[in-house]
């Protein structure tokens, strides 16, 4: 995510550069309120927001007394952390069971795409979903919320009349057996009289048990206003924040939605139907501040069916190429290496994001290439001589330099691995003691 990169790498760096110092006194206290204040003031937030966190930050860094067992350093680290936390939204809520979702929210918000990552959302529970379309306002709506549908054998119910409230009624009716319905509404200022008087009514059809605000990150502090009205049109449950990939702006609109009482349920994080992320802020602060999130990573890695022999092997830096293989296709389902780099404490922002993106296009090649390889091959690196990395390079239609590449790559990850001594060395030292400060487990 754009605002996680921008918001975060400088985040991270500024705590590292005050906090290194060799002393931590009131003059690296305002040094720190004085960055923090420029870094969420240019993510949009709110300035009175961001003036009553600086004065809490102060207060507490300075005049509370210091937990027993914490250093000054680990507690202003910690106070930034728990204040965060307070700005974008003290804790997390999950949409679990059957139930009637209705999206609102405004035009070109990404209702129509977040009602098939919703549906998908609620596939991954085990429950059937079905989907109604209602917005007739935007012409290519239906069709759209027809093939994503499609793409998911999710059904989805549009009136050939074009009559929202038909449509409603009717896609109710058919969907009766199915677990979760989810309707998509036409887009709309919540200041329209004319949409506002239809959503109304549609509420009172539809009889939901969520209504969910769609909202556009960069629309900033405004959303705060905009959750504000659509709560007294139809009594919001939650908001989902979309397009966080594509702005730095994404913290005005988390801010002002926790400033308001509105409770972020989802963020979009991208154009897959995959990515669509419960909303954690302290998985979320944990991150922004290059602490990682192992627990959203260890969940990520058993969605994509990682099998628990194959991760010790890998965390012991002994792995053959097959199960190097093996990880390369499982990380694909995990999404992107900046996503999963971003989870892994130390790690967040400490490879340049061009790499990552170079590294997202060399994955690919590598699975052609080890797809030519025999299973001798896979098993022992060390028996892949020259003769064979031409006949590597020729039938899966790459050079003898990406083979070669690709077994330095593997050479590099064991030593890598080692190096920091697998998941051991995640839990032990600086990395174990800061978790245990914050109350975190891994």
Do not use: W
């Given at each position: 995510m754009v605002f996680m990169v921008d918001l975060g790498k400088n985040l991270s760096n500024l705590v590292r550069k005050i906090l290194s110092r060799s002393t931590v006194d009131e003059e690296a206290v305002e040094a720190l309120i004085k960055g923090l204040q420029k870094l969420l003031l240019q993510a949009d937030v709110d300035v009175e927001l961001v003036f009553a966190l600086s004065e809490n930050i102060r207060r507490?860094?300075?005049?509370?007394?210091?937990?027993?067992?914490?250093?000054?350093?680990?507690?202003?680290?910690?106070?930034?952390?728990?204040?965060?936390?307070?700005?974008?939204?003290?804790?997390?809520?999950?949409?679990?069971?059957?139930?009637?979702?209705?999206?609102?929210?405004?035009?070109?918000?990404?209702?129509?795409?977040?009602?098939?990552?919703?549906?998908?959302?609620?596939?991954?529970?085990?429950?059937?979903?079905?989907?109604?379309?209602?917005?007739?306002?935007?012409?290519?709506?239906?069709?759209?919320?027809?093939?994503?549908?499609?793409k998911l054998h999710v059904p989805v119910y549009i009136s050939k009349e074009k009559d929202p409230y038909k449509a409603l009624k009717e896609g109710?009716?058919?969907?009766?057996?199915?677990?979760?319905?989810?309707?998509?509404?036409?887009?709309?200022?919540?200041?329209?009289?004319e949409l506002s008087k239809e959503l109304k009514k549609m509420d009172k059809v539809c009889g939901p048990d969520e209504v969910l605000l769609v909202i556009p990150a960069d629309i900033g502090r405004i959303g705060g206003k905009q959750a504000e009205e659509f709560n007294k049109l139809v009594g919001i449950t939650g908001v989902i924040v979309t397009k966080m990939d594509g702005t730095a702006k994404g913290g005005g609109a988390l801010s002002a939605c926790s400033a308001t009482g509105a409770k972020v349920k989802f963020i979009g994080s991208g154009e897959k139907l995959e990515d669509l992320v419960v909303y954690d802020p302290v998985r979320y602060v944990s991150r922004l501040l290059g602490m990682g999130d192992l627990q959203t990573l260890l969940e990520k890695a058993k969605e994509a069916e990682f099998k628990e022999e194959d991760v010790q092997k890998i965390l012991s830096g002994k792995f053959?190429?097959?199960?190097?293989y093996d990880q390369i296709s499982g990380v694909q389902?995990?999404?992107?290496?900046?996503?999963?780099?971003?989870?892994?404490?130390?790690?967040?922002?400490?490879?340049?994001?061009?790499?990552?993106?170079?590294?997202?296009?060399?994955?690919?090649?590598?699975?052609?290439?080890?797809?030519?390889?025999?299973?001798?091959?896979?098993?022992?690196?060390?028996?892949?001589?020259?003769?064979?990395?031409?006949?590597?390079?020729?039938?899966?239609?790459?050079?003898?330099?990406?083979?070669?590449?690709?077994?330095?790559?593997?050479?590099?990850?064991?030593?890598?691995?080692?190096?920091?001594?697998?998941?051991?060395g995640l839990k032990r030292g600086a990395i174990k003691k800061l978790a245990k400060r914050f109350g975190m487990k891994f």
């Open positions: 507490r860094c300075l005049k509370e007394k210091i937990p027993p067992g914490l250093t000054l350093r680990e507690h202003v680290m910690k106070v930034v952390y728990d204040e965060l936390v307070n700005l974008l939204g003290k804790e997390k809520v999950e949409l679990l069971g059957k139930k009637r979702i209705m999206l609102v929210g405004l035009f070109g918000s990404g209702k129509t795409t977040t009602a098939g990552k919703l549906s998908k959302y609620f596939q991954k529970q085990g429950l059937k979903p079905a989907m109604i379309g209602c917005d007739y306002h935007r012409p290519a709506a239906p069709d759209q919320l027809k093939q994503i549908g499609d109710l009716g058919k969907f009766k057996k199915y677990d979760v319905i989810i309707v998509d509404t036409a887009g709309r200022d919540a200041l329209d009289k053959t190429l097959q199960e190097f389902k995990m999404g992107s290496l900046s996503s999963i780099m971003d989870m892994i404490p130390g790690m967040s922002y400490s490879i340049p994001e061009e790499l990552l993106v170079v590294q997202e296009e060399k994955l690919k090649k590598y699975k052609y290439i080890m797809d030519s390889m025999t299973k001798e091959e896979k098993e022992n690196a060390e028996s892949i001589h020259s003769s064979r990395i031409k006949r590597i390079a020729s039938g899966s239609g790459t050079t003898q330099k990406d083979v070669r590449d690709l077994l330095k790559q593997y050479k590099q990850a064991k030593k890598m691995i080692r190096k920091v001594g697998g998941m051991k």
